[in-house]
């Protein structure tokens, strides 16, 4: 098998992960209702259960930076992304609230080891192109969560239990993911353990932390649309419960779109300016939600915010392997923590303030936090995507990562 048709099927595997990877969380989140019914889990005590999910994801992410001194990160994801759907399926199948606990915990655990490696696979696989390809991987996760996100509702129409309706996806993804995992590529000429065992170095973690930053404030911002958006347009701008379930799809719509021609953009014009972009249109998406009169107004601001926050995630992780090349495991399972924390800061932040005083000022909290991207943005490479002469070497329509000493890897 040549070289450039082994990058294709890995390129190819690992954004079906994604894809997978996006049904499963939306199953999950969209169900929540749902679950709470089934096991009589009370309003107080759910927030207990929703935020053990991303905490156990996080420490899953510190243990998964441990894990691949010692075996690859294509092991470790074609591992978990199995283990995730099953706990997903276990979620639909107990009836005792430790069932749930128990399975959540589980979702949580190996969500976090499936985030870190599917990220470190995809860096990887960029460095080896030469050129930006992380927005399609994160594209395919958006399309995942389109479509599981339709098969929650489906479910929810036709009043199907969690478990069956779970159950189609589990069985038809599982066994795709285990034959795609056999296509996974890793960092080429890298022993495992090499580099990633000498962490990030003294002061490392002190560069990476506008990164980290970047990344904690973006997810503020996603997760303000998936907790409040619906609440937001039938509360506060009076519309029809029906309108108010239609932005939250649109946000994924434009997520997708944006982020299925962003790798063109960063080609073209360089991560930085992309992030920049990408960064003012969405503090004007919150700006537009802050101040909108109407429902459609409204429905124009959450359409911003996925065209804007769509290039911020898979850039800050794209940035965090060019800065650490020869650690990028370790900086990427680092970063990876704070998705969590800005899914655990963003929905009571915004619910809180919005209780205390305002939810239209409240909206204004994430358009400052995220406006922080700007302070970052050289953080994230002063070249096009930090791919040049020193880094790369065209070899016909090829693009070879060149080492240090000129030697491909």
């Not at 420490?59 to 074609?78: F, I």
């Not at 795709?176 to 890793?186: I, Q």
């Not at 537009?288 to 109407?294: F, L, N, R, S």
């Not at 020193?390 to 000493?405: I, K, L, S, Y």
């Amino acid at each position: 098998m040549t070289a450039d048709v082994r990058l294709r099927r890995g390129r190819g595997a690992l954004g079906f992960s994604f894809f997978v990877q996006g049904v499963a969380f939306a199953l999950l989140v969209t169900r929540i209702p749902a679950i709470q019914d089934r096991y009589g889990i009370s309003d107080a005590l759910l927030p207990v259960f929703l935020a053990a999910v991303p905490i156990l994801a996080g420490v899953s992410s510190v243990v998964t930076e441990h894990l691949v001194k010692r075996v690859a990160p294509s092991t470790v994801l074609r591992w978990a992304q199995p283990l995730v759907l099953l706990a997903l399926l276990g979620v639909g199948a107990g009836s005792e609230m430790w069932h749930v606990a128990l399975a959540l915990g589980a979702f949580g655990l190996f969500v976090g080891a499936l985030d870190a490696s599917m990220n470190m696979l995809g860096v990887s696989l960029q460095g080896a192109y030469g050129r930006s390809i992380m927005l399609g991987f994160h594209a395919s996760y958006s399309l995942g969560g389109i479509l599981g996100a339709s098969a929650a509702w489906a479910g929810a129409h036709w009043h199907l239990s969690l478990f069956t309706s779970y159950l189609p996806a589990v069985v038809v993804l599982l066994p795709l993911a285990l034959l795609a995992s056999r296509f996974y590529v890793d960092q080429d000429g890298k022993t495992v353990g090499s580099d990633a065992a000498k962490g990030l170095g003294p002061g490392g973690f002190k560069l990476l932390l506008p990164l980290c930053l970047v990344m904690a404030c973006a997810y503020i911002g996603d997760s303000t649309v998936s907790n409040w958006s619906a609440k937001y347009l039938q509360d506060v701008l009076g519309s029809s419960e029906q309108l108010a379930t239609v932005p939250y799809n649109v946000y994924m719509v434009t997520t997708l779109l944006g982020r299925a021609v962003g790798d063109l953009g960063v080609r073209r014009f360089g991560a930085v300016a992309v992030v920049r972009i990408g960064t003012v249109v969405a503090a004007g998406g919150f700006a537009v939600v802050a101040a909108a009169p109407g429902a459609w107004v409204g429905m124009l601001g959450f359409t911003l915010l996925g065209f804007g926050l769509c290039v911020i995630v898979p850039q800050t992780f794209a940035a965090a392997g060019r800065l650490f090349p020869g650690s990028s495991d370790t900086a990427i399972a680092r970063l990876n923590i704070f998705n969590y924390v800005g899914f655990l800061i963003g929905a009571p932040l915004v619910g809180g303030i919005g209780d205390a005083w305002s939810y239209r000022g409240a909206m204004l909290v994430p358009m400052v936090l995220v406006l922080v991207t700007l302070f970052y943005a050289r953080s994230f490479g002063t070249e096009p995507a930090r791919y040049g002469v020193r880094h790369e070497r065209r070899t016909g329509d090829r693009a070879v990562d060149v080492g240090p000493g000129g030697n491909e890897v």
